[in-house]
């Protein structure tokens, strides 16, 4: 049975989107018809994720037998400096003409204990989580509401569990994600009069690159599994549905404001 295309013709912008979460939602996103365009870093180590993510792409057809490479766009850039984001969509609007749906995904997130955290690492863990997700979360806004017509969109925040709960290991991180749920509660209510919904996906514990190392340890990983009601570890393709949900305005036109956790049940068995 074929499945209903739930996003034909809408055009979707994700930072982050190269790996991981960011990845498996862009792919979703194309296989239900938008138009997308992610950003990445950039650099020689990103070369070999754009290839792969490009070829991946290539091997599937749109329903009516066209290839989905012309609905494609990859745009390097760091998103910790305020001018990224602004970059990004003017490029992205360059291309597909208009912006749907932004996803703002791109984060670190590195282990440290709180007396061993530098003003380094705090810095760039929330200039890359926070700092950036404002500014191109902004630069998606002031597109959606007074750069086409009719205004509107769906703004889509990558929180985190870790916005509910603490980390011994990662007071650095746990603020940011805590501040970007923040942001798309405000943002709601600030954007609302545009016809833009601003919502918070909050990922429990998600098997990517960024704890691939973590979640290596056998004993880590059980003990991790056995916390969670569902018993496994979350992929990052446990986002895109969610993802596609909050950016259908046919499925969720009246959902503003809100946070979503994704977590397997981890966070009620925590309480």
Same mark, same amino acid.
């Given at each position: 049975?074929?499945l %209903?295309? /739930? &996003? *034909?013709?809408?055009?979707?912008?994700?930072?982050? @989107?190269?790996?991981?979460?960011g990845? +498996?939602? #862009?792919?979703?996103?194309?296989?239900?018809?938008?138009?997308v365009?992610?950003?990445?870093?950039?650099?020689?180590?990103?070369?070999p994720?754009l290839?792969?993510?490009?070829?991946?792409?290539?091997?599937?057809?749109?329903?009516?037998?066209?290839?989905?490479?012309?609905?494609?766009?990859?745009?390097?850039?760091d998103?910790?400096?305020?001018?990224?984001g602004?970059?990004?969509?003017?490029?992205?609007?360059?291309?597909?003409?208009?912006?749907?749906?932004?996803?703002?995904?791109?984060g670190?997130?590195r282990?440290?204990?709180?007396?061993?955290?530098? %003003?380094? /690492? &705090? *810095?760039?863990?929330?200039?890359?989580?926070?700092? @950036?997700?404002?500014?191109?979360?902004? +630069?998606? #806004?002031?597109?959606?509401?007074?750069?086409?017509s009719p205004?509107g969109?769906?703004?889509?925040?990558?929180?985190?569990?870790?916005?509910?709960?603490?980390?011994?290991?990662?007071?650095?991180?746990?603020?940011?994600?805590?501040?970007v749920?923040?942001l798309?509660?405000?943002?709601?209510?600030?954007?609302?009069?545009?016809?833009?919904?601003?919502?918070a996906?909050?990922?429990?514990?998600?098997?990517?690159?960024?704890?691939?190392?973590?979640?290596?340890?056998?004993?880590?990983?059980?003990?991790?599994?056995?916390?969670?009601?569902?018993?496994?570890?979350?992929q990052?393709?446990?986002?895109?549905?969610?993802?596609?949900?909050?950016?259908?305005?046919?499925?969720?036109?009246y959902?503003?404001?809100?946070?979503?956790?994704?977590?397997?049940?981890?966070?009620?068995?925590?309480?």
């Open positions: 049975m074929t %209903p295309q /739930l &996003l *034909t013709g809408k055009v979707a912008a994700i930072t982050g @989107g190269l790996t991981g979460i990845r +498996a939602i #862009a792919l979703e996103y194309l296989h239900h018809g938008a138009s365009a992610v950003n990445h870093l950039g650099g020689a180590t990103d070369e994720h290839a792969s993510l490009q070829s991946e792409i290539a091997q599937f057809q749109d329903y009516d037998g066209k290839r989905v490479e012309e609905r494609f766009l990859a745009v390097p850039g998103v910790s400096k305020p001018e990224t602004t970059e990004f969509i003017e490029r992205v609007v360059q291309k597909f003409g208009r912006l749907d749906v932004f996803v703002s995904n791109a670190v997130c282990f440290e204990e709180f007396l061993d955290v530098t %003003p380094t /690492l &705090l *810095t760039q863990t929330i200039n890359t989580n926070l700092t @950036g997700a404002f500014y191109a979360v902004q +630069a998606a #806004a002031r597109q959606m509401a007074f750069s086409q205004p969109g769906s703004i889509i925040g990558i929180s985190s569990i870790s916005a509910l709960v603490g980390g011994g290991q990662q007071t650095h991180y746990t603020p940011t994600k805590a501040g749920l923040s798309m509660q405000s943002t709601a209510v600030a954007l609302g009069k545009y016809n833009i919904r601003c919502n996906l909050l990922p429990g514990t998600i098997r990517t690159q960024l704890n691939d190392e973590d979640m290596g340890d056998p004993g880590k990983r059980a003990y991790m599994e056995g916390r969670i009601p569902l018993g496994r570890l979350g990052p393709r446990d986002l895109a549905g969610p993802a596609v949900f909050l950016a259908c305005e046919g499925l969720s036109g959902v503003t404001g809100a946070q979503l956790l994704v977590d397997g049940g981890l966070f009620v068995n925590l309480q």
